[in-house]
T-cell receptor, first 112, second 110 residues
Framework: GENVEQHPSTLSVQEGDSAVIKCTYSDSASNYFPWYKQELGKGPQLIIDIRSNVGEKKDQRIAVTLNKTAKHFSLHITETQPEDSAVYFCAASFFGNEKLTFGTGTRLTIIP | EADIYQTPRYLVIGTGKKITLECSQTMGHDKMYWYQQDPGMELHLIHYSYGVNSTEKGDLSSESTVSRIRTEHFPLTLESARPSHTSQYLC?????????FGPGTRLLVL
């Protein structure tokens, strides 16, 4: 089955700087890669996703890049703000098997 | 954004009690999921359903059971709660591959 590794497990970034979280996956059939943000006491919220037919997707300060050859994808947050502090999860799945395999999470702390 | 609801949000209960965690969604999604999330953060799939009268066990073995009698409703039941069941339980639903999560139920079994 699919295996998703996520790094780092914790990340502290000065407010205004950029943050990058990386994930690798094992199953070359995977073609859907969402990113979730989970704030304290809440459920995970989808913030951005990418499918295997594109290499990059941006939404304001958030971007995701995908390298199918190397089987890794990354979340980039620019101009970080205190409200970006949360736990971020990557995940992977492939069409026809909509069960997501999640990474182990990254706790991001933005230092004011 | 999907509307998916979970009740109760917090539950403290004694060992041996039967509990049902409720999950409902108003999007008409066919697929629904239950995850268990411990303080170590990782999410583990314990049950899923691809439609009415369809339920499957997930990757993590669980003593809980689920039912799917109506599209919008996917309750999870523990017949006899134990301290080892203490965790956060997250419900999700999807139309295709994008899953939307509810706020979770934090369960504490004494």
């Amino acid at each position: 089955g699919e295996n998703v590794e996520q790094h780092p497990s914790t990340l502290s970034v000065q407010e205004g700087d950029s943050a990058v979280i990386k994930c690798t996956y094992s199953d070359s059939a995977s073609n859907y890669f969402p990113w979730y943000k989970q704030e304290l006491g809440k459920g995970p919220q989808l913030i951005i996703d990418i499918r295997s037919n594109v290499g990059e997707k941006k939404d304001q300060r958030i971007a995701v890049t995908l390298n199918k050859t190397a089987k890794h994808f990354s979340l980039h947050i620019t101009e970080t703000q205190p409200e970006d502090s949360a736990v971020y999860f990557c995940a992977a799945s492939f069409f026809g098997n909509e069960k997501l395999t999640f990474g182990t999470g990254t706790r991001l702390t933005i230092i004011p | 954004e999907a509307d998916i609801y979970q009740t109760p949000r917090y539950l403290v209960i004694g060992t041996g009690k039967k509990i049902t965690l409720e999950c409902s969604q108003t999007m008409g999604h066919d697929k629904m999921y239950w995850y268990q999330q411990d303080p170590g953060m990782e999410l583990h799939l314990i049950h899923y359903s691809y439609g009415v009268n369809s339920t499957e066990k997930g990757d993590l073995s669980s003593e809980s059971t689920v039912s799917r009698i109506r599209t919008e409703h996917f309750p999870l039941t523990l017949e006899s709660a134990r301290p080892s069941h203490t965790s956060q339980y997250l419900c999700a639903s999807s139309e295709s591959d994008t899953q939307y999560f509810g706020p979770g139920t934090r369960l504490l079994v004494l």
